[in-house]
């Protein structure tokens, strides 16, 4: 079982920048990839940017060089966000998959981009 808590979230004026944090606790062993979506109210999770344990990121092609994924360990993964956008402002969630495929899911943490 792996556990995931995101933190970070808040409000920003559109242009400006948050960093977004996961850490992960339990079997972080057996985490391979982790991921951040985002849902906003009434549409489906998308993903925003996935990191695989070796370090390989694909991005969503609405956030293609303004955010980036990292891993600082086996168990954090960080998202860069830079230039936001008011389109941008949604609920972000921190996912992992374990080596057998299993997923897991924050609680999620909301980003808000408004002047």
């Known amino acids: 079982q792996v556990q995931l808590v995101e933190s970070g979230g808040g409000l920003v004026q559109p242009g400006g920048s948050l960093r977004l944090s996961c850490a992960a606790s339990?079997?972080?062993?057996?985490?391979?990839?982790m991921a951040w979506y985002r849902q906003l109210p009434g549409k489906q999770r998308e993903l925003v940017a996935r990191i695989s344990r070796g370090g390989s990121t694909n991005y969503a092609d609405s956030v293609k060089g303004r955010f980036t994924i990292s891993r600082t360990a086996v168990n954090t993964a960080l998202l860069q966000m830079n230039g936001l956008k008011p389109e941008d402002t949604a609920v972000y969630y921190c996912?992992?998959?374990?080596?057998?495929?299993?997923?897991?899911w924050g609680q999620g943490t909301q980003v808000t981009v408004s002047s």
């Open positions: 996912y992992a998959e374990d080596r057998i495929g299993l997923a897991y």
């Open positions: 339990g079997s972080i062993f057996s985490i391979r990839d």
